[in-house]
């Protein structure tokens, strides 16, 4: 899932918010609030799945739908919700026999045996998406991890999962329009790197 990096939308998260929000709250803050521009280059490298590079590999995407059995698909789907205010880019929308849909996210790393909690949270945001829009359930993601050689994983949906999407969507906007400051990073390591450590206090 990507979109259109720039100004924040009042009404409207990005999944790019959404990952910086997880690695540390106040990233948003520094960049949204006080409109200080981070440094691409120290940050943490969590942050750069660039899904730049995600679109440069060529993925045999009629295999990876024969493989998930699913009826059909669209690619590359703009979605907006306003009435969770999140807007994104769907690598694939998928569809099912059973009625239901799900999203498709092609990530540019490797397979490891566990779900990053940013790659679930983009997921879950994509399924309220899709929800929304089509009208359909969504029960299931799927991620696709390119550098293992297209390794495919379903991850299915909790009732948790959409509890922390919209938590994590209210806090972002609590910081961006109330102008909120939120806790450090509970795992300070992560501010060895950080453009923001000699302001943060
Ligand atoms: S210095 Fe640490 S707590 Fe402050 S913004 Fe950077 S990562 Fe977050």
């Known amino acids: 899932?990507?979109?259109?990096?720039?100004?924040?939308?009042?009404?409207?998260?990005?999944?790019?918010?959404?990952?910086?929000?997880?690695?540390?709250?106040?990233?948003?803050?520094?960049?949204?609030?006080?409109?200080?521009?981070?440094?691409?280059?120290?940050?943490?490298?969590?942050?750069?799945?660039?899904?730049?590079?995600?679109?440069?590999?060529?993925?045999?995407?009629?295999?990876?739908?024969?493989?998930?059995?699913?009826?059909?698909?669209?690619?590359?789907v703009y979605l907006s919700s306003l009435k969770h205010k999140i807007r994104g880019v769907v690598d694939e929308v998928l569809s099912f026999s059973d009625g239901t849909m799900a999203p498709l996210e092609y990530k540019f790393a490797e397979y490891r045996p566990y779900i990053f909690k940013t790659h679930r949270s983009q997921l879950t945001l994509e399924a309220l998406l899709i929800q929304e829009n089509y009208e359909k359930p969504v029960k299931k993601g799927f991620l696709v991890y390119v550098r293992s050689k297209n390794l495919l994983r379903e991850v299915v949906f909790k009732p948790s999962d959409f509890d922390n999407a919209t938590r994590i969507i209210e806090e972002i906007l609590r910081i961006v329009q109330n102008g909120y400051y939120p806790k450090k990073t509970g795992s300070r390591a992560k501010c060895i790197d950080c453009c923001y450590k000699n302001i943060c206090v």
Do not use: W
Request: hydrophobic share 35%; glycine share 4%; net charge positive.
């Open 1 to 76: 899932m990507s979109e259109k990096k720039g100004v924040m939308n009042a009404v409207s998260i990005t999944p790019t918010e959404v990952i910086e929000y997880l690695f540390c709250p106040r990233f948003i803050y520094f960049e949204q609030v006080l409109m200080i521009p981070e440094h691409q280059e120290l940050r943490y490298k969590v942050l750069m799945g660039r899904e730049v590079h995600e679109r440069k590999v060529k993925v045999n995407r009629e295999y990876v739908r024969k493989k998930i059995g699913c009826v059909d698909k669209e690619i590359s």
